[in-house]
């Protein structure tokens, strides 16, 4: 067998023999609060598409349309991409490297001057091929090699669940910003409603003002009364101005240009199915949770790294070719040359910012141990923020849709009396300015709601 096989082969045997230190991962954090009763846990299981359950078809075109054409989206599918050819870029240190490599010189000598070819009459005109394979591997004894791997999988994992967390993102904000526009619609509807009853009002009460039948205090008052729903339906158009935008922007579309969908807060509803208490187990799928790993990972790796660092490195080289006058007796036995090598290197003097370099590594993983800990204690506090958004929503939202019941019953009857003669137009214009105002109000109520359960998936992960 040919030397340089079997340089092959003892690198090979002694790259299986790589050790290196493993830091410790800390396993997720409980929640008794959420565990302490089995009884009142009510695990749902996440669907994969959350926000079909909320019953719009225009919705679900706006989640489909931001996750195919959303810009940073596709800038965070990138960056993963980049990241994943690193990584298996950085996993072809653990192999052994090789270089082929072919050379030709022509040349010619002075006939005075020693010729390289040597021999009895060695012409002083000539061509030389010369063909080699080199190769040279670092054995990774201390594993420093492969924990530099390991941290580039640690690297590219994070840069995963940043792309999941971007994706989790871009989904809510386009359902919140959905259910938002659709509510400042029936906002704008209901305050322009509200301005024209005032209106009306206004212009009865200046003609019997005309008549002397009322004062100019009463009149002022409904002069106030047309001002303020000017100025709320103006400050709720605008709102919905802006709100479109950003729509617009999520759905990688320019200001400019008109969306495609009719969004009509009667046609989104709430979910069959939203969990009041869940299990802390659900917080496992949140992006910043795995994220965080992921970096606990990668310095658990540096601390290695650095470990291996101020410890002695060995390597292997090898060689083999042939060198001739002529391309076809390149690979004759006398052509044919080949060497080995060993290599050790210890450091000396660097020893010293070796070892800082070290404890910099110890003490990055320290806090990155740390921040895994704050992540899932934050994540614990996002879920719990999110139960009690969703079940106060909810109890006003019941307090709104009773408020807007009573005033279209109150409208409703102040219609009738005047049919009937027994009630003013001005009643009738006060009951139903009254209906507006709680048409705005239950709309606002709503679509604060229905963005607060998302947000609640969201914090679940989904």
Not at 91 to 103: F, I, R, V
Not at 111 to 132: E, F, I, K, V
Not at 169 to 184: F, P
Request: glycine share 6%; with cysteine.
């Amino acid at each position: 067998m040919k030397p340089i096989y079997l340089c092959l082969g003892a690198t090979l045997t002694l790259s299986a023999c790589a050790m290196g230190p493993n830091a410790p991962k800390p396993e997720p954090l409980k929640s008794s609060a959420y565990e302490a009763n089995s009884d009142a846990v009510r695990a749902v299981a996440m669907p994969d598409q959350w926000w079909r359950g909320f019953g719009s078809d225009a919705i679900n075109h706006l989640v489909d349309e931001a996750l195919r054409a959303n810009p940073d989206l596709k800038s965070a599918e990138y960056n993963l991409a980049a990241a994943q050819e690193i990584y298996s870029a950085q996993k072809a240190a653990l192999w052994p490297t090789s270089d082929l490599s072919y050379g030709y010189q022509h040349a010619k000598n002075a006939d005075s001057l020693s010729n390289p070819l040597g021999g009895n009459n060695p012409p002083s005109l000539y061509s030389l091929h010369t063909a080699s394979l080199d190769v040279s591997y670092g054995l990774d004894i201390w594993g420093g090699t492969r924990r530099s791997v390991e941290q580039q999988k640690a690297i590219r994992d994070s840069v995963i669940y940043q792309t999941q967390a971007a994706r989790q993102a871009l989904i809510a904000n386009v359902v919140a910003t959905a259910v938002n526009v659709a509510g400042l619609k029936l906002q704008v509807s209901a305050a322009q409603q509200s301005s024209l009853a005032s209106q009306q009002a206004l212009d009865m009460m200046k003609r019997q003002k005309d008549l002397g039948a009322v004062s100019v205090v009463d009149l002022a008052q409904f002069e106030a009364n047309l001002a303020q729903d000017q100025a709320n339906e103006a400050q709720l158009t605008h709102s919905l101005n802006v709100t479109t935008s950003l729509l617009k922007a999520l759905l990688g579309k320019e200001n400019g240009e008109l969306l495609d969908v009719d969004l009509d807060l009667d046609q989104i509803h709430e979910p069959e199915q939203m969990p009041y208490i869940v299990p802390s187990e659900l917080i496992k799928k949140r992006a910043d949770i795995g994220y965080a790993m992921a970096n606990l990972r990668a310095a658990s790796a540096s601390v290695g790294m650095a470990q291996a660092a101020r410890l002695p490195s060995f390597s292997l080289d090898g060689s083999t070719g042939g060198a001739a006058l002529s391309l076809a007796h390149l690979l004759d036995q006398p052509n044919q040359f080949w060497s080995l090598g060993a290599n050790l290197s210890a450091p000396l003097i660097s020893q010293v910012p070796l070892y800082h370099q070290q404890k910099a590594a110890e003490a990055n993983f320290a806090a990155a141990k740390a921040q895994y800990r704050s992540a899932v204690i934050a994540a614990l506090k996002d879920v719990a923020n999110s139960l009690d958004s969703v079940h106060q929503d909810h109890m006003a939202l019941g307090s709104a849709a009773l408020n807007r019941q009573a005033a279209q019953k109150a409208y409703e009857f102040a219609q009738k009396q005047l049919e009937l003669g027994d009630g003013g137009r001005l009643s009738q214009i006060a009951a139903l300015r009254g209906l507006a105002q709680a048409q705005i109000s239950y709309a606002s109520q709503k679509a604060q709601s229905l963005s607060d359960m998302g947000a609640l998936y969201l914090s679940f992960g989904g």
